[in-house]
């Protein structure tokens, strides 16, 4: 069993940065991927950003691509999202979530079928 605790979440201006930080407690050799997922009121969850157990490698969803900043914490068992240059479109509820289905997970997804433990959320609102 993999419990996942996010925290980090807040208001923040248009342009500004915030980091999100996700417990893991525990990086079992069964975890493939460690992921950040959000969820817009009324918009379908979307794949963010995900980090390999393995190796390391990254990917990062083309609407975040060169803000956000997947990253692992080996000492800490934790998972950061750095967001940088925050927009209005950024508002949401995000979640952390660890793989142990599939290996090689696709980013354009809502993660349903590859990810099956899930933090609670922590909600991020961008706005002026």
């Known amino acids: 069993q993999v419990r996942l605790v996010e925290s980090g979440g807040g208001l923040v201006q248009p342009g500004g940065s915030l980091t999100l930080s996700c417990e893991v407690s525990?990086?079992?050799?069964?975890?493939?991927?460690i992921a950040w997922f959000r969820q817009a009121p009324g918009k379908k969850r979307e794949g963010v950003a995900y980090?390999?157990?393995?190796?390391?490698?990254?990917d990062i969803a083309d609407s975040v691509k060169g803000r956000f900043t997947i990253s692992r914490d080996h000492a800490k068992n934790t998972v950061s999202l750095q967001m940088n240059s925050l927009k209005i479109e950024d508002t949401a509820v995000y979640f952390c979530?660890?793989?142990?289905?599939?290996?090689?997970?696709?980013?354009?997804?809502?993660?349903?079928?590859?990810?099956?433990?899930w933090g609670q959320g922590t909600q991020v609102t961008v706005s002026s």
């Open positions: 525990e990086f079992s050799l069964d975890i493939y991927v």
């Open positions: 979530a660890a793989d142990t289905l599939a290996p090689d997970p696709p980013i354009n997804d809502d993660g349903t079928n590859e990810f099956d433990y």
């Open positions: 980090i390999s157990t393995n190796d390391g490698s990254t």
